[in-house]
């Protein structure tokens, strides 16, 4: 049976098409992360990092800025290093999970990255429905979030075109034309002072923003698959991730800061021209849409790799455009991220320890991937450490959690940050494995 070629520049449809074109550079790769960290849920989430525990009191100003570097740093670095296998081998996110779990073991993070892009998705499309509603009104909600449905669909349908076309030429501009008004504005308004508030929940603050970039790790070869080298998806990843992270974090942080309300998109609308900022954001906001959709189909076809990519892009957005008609009630959005932390963090630094330190050039990503189950225990550590330390706030969720800490007689430090240990954790568990493994020479060979 012949298989589909694809053009040169267009992405197979299906993953038994072919490998896929090496298009992109070290700029396409940073514009690409650029905008893709470029985002409005920023601005909103950067309240979270203000006062990231409701037991604890508010961060400072100045204890919120450092949570936001030290967590964007941390962050986009894991995020990089899962970027580069990508390129290496050219498969995407959670067919390269392949050669950590085999191929049947990588369809448990594969279900859990679909249903972590379709909450993305849908949160996404409701975000620019109720930024559009705010510019224009409230009537129109519905009429927005079909629009971004449609055009966010559309656009997973050809993605490197959208990639080297419309954000690398276009959108980049844009995007830092307006942010750098806006933060010159923001600065300008008047904040509580920088000393004023708590260091005590720091890291949790921080987890929050490392929670933002690796909630895309498991995305990221779906895109540095593409890319012309490592070096340059390892780059482009780790800037352009890294700056839009930082630039919107802080943006958010003293939007919300200067309303008395605590509400940042109030702040940017009461900005002179401030709306039309905000507008380009929210058609900025549509290349989330795109991406969530896009690797949502992507994952599927690790578990059936004849699924036609462009039909299924169309089931997807249609899915989420439902999902943002009928639910647009995102208060969930920190223990959501809080989620998404506690499952990829240990997840990937399993990933990160297994391949780098043991089988980088060997790493099978074929159907004939075998399990390897025993990579499940530091992933399923790594987990648990973290709900130990930040089990977040959905009732009946964080009161078992917590009722294990009281079993352990554990009490974490409030100065204790769940993805760090998370990460050391699952990191040394895979270390070990590793060794064990070398030495009795069950290592496997390519």
């Excluded at 927005?144 to 030429?169: D, H, N, Q, S, Y």
């Excluded at 940017?268 to 039309?276: E, K, N």
């Excluded at 189909?297 to 578990?303: E, H």
Aim: net charge positive; with cysteine.
């Amino acid at each position: 049976m012949a298989v589909e070629t694809p053009p040169a520049n267009e992405v197979p449809r299906t993953l038994a098409a072919g490998p896929p074109p090496r298009l992109l550079g070290l700029w396409d790769q940073t514009s690409l992360w650029a905008n893709l960290g470029i985002s409005l849920l920023l601005l909103v989430a950067a309240a979270f990092v203000l006062q990231p525990d409701p037991s604890l009191p508010p961060l400072s100003l100045a204890a919120g800025l450092v949570a936001i570097v030290v967590g964007a740093v941390v962050g986009n670095a894991w995020l990089a290093l899962a970027a580069a296998p990508g390129a290496d081998t050219g498969a995407p996110a959670m067919v390269l999970v392949r050669g950590l779990l085999g191929r049947r073991g990588s369809w448990a993070p594969t279900v859990l990255n679909v249903a972590q892009n379709l909450g993305w998705a849908w949160v996404e499309i409701v975000v620019i429905a109720e930024s559009a509603a705010r510019l224009t009104r409230p009537s129109l909600r519905p009429c927005w979030v079909l629009a971004a449905g449609v055009l966010g669909t559309l656009m997973a349908i050809r993605p490197l075109g959208v990639v080297r076309g419309f954000l690398k030429k276009v959108a980049v501009w844009a995007i830092i034309a307006s942010t750098a008004y806006l933060l010159f504005e923001v600065m300008r308004h008047a904040h509580p002072g920088f000393a004023h508030g708590s260091w005590s929940a720091f890291w949790k603050g921080a987890d929050l923003v490392i929670a933002l970039p690796i909630s895309w790790a498991p995305l990221a070869a779906d895109y540095s698959r593409h890319s012309r080298s490592a070096r340059a998806a390892f780059g482009g990843a780790f800037i352009g991730y890294g700056a839009a992270t930082i630039a919107f974090f802080v943006l958010g942080l003293l939007a919300t800061a200067a309303d008395p309300k605590g509400d940042a998109i109030a702040t940017v609308l009461a900005i002179p021209v401030g709306s039309v900022a905000l507008l380009i954001l929210v058609l900025d906001e549509l290349d989330e849409v795109f991406a969530n959709i896009y690797s949502t189909v992507v994952s599927i076809q690790n578990i059936g790799p004849r699924i036609d990519r462009r039909v299924m892009a169309v089931v997807v957005g249609a899915v989420s455009t439902v999902l943002a008609l009928r639910f647009h009630n995102w208060q969930y959005y920190e223990n959501f991220l809080l989620l998404i932390g506690s499952v990829f963090v240990p997840l990937f630094a399993t990933f990160i320890v297994d391949y780098y330190v043991f089988h980088r050039g060997r790493w099978d990503v074929s159907d004939a991937a075998r399990p390897r189950w025993e990579m499940l225990v530091p992933w399923a550590a790594g987990f648990v450490a973290y709900q130990l330390i930040n089990p977040g706030f959905v009732g009946w969720w964080s009161r078992w959690w917590i009722a294990r800490q009281h079993n352990l007689h554990f009490t974490p430090p409030t100065w204790t940050s769940a993805s760090l240990i998370s990460f050391a954790v699952a990191g040394v568990l895979a270390f070990a494995i590793g060794r064990v493994r070398a030495r009795s020479g069950t290592t496997p060979r390519a």
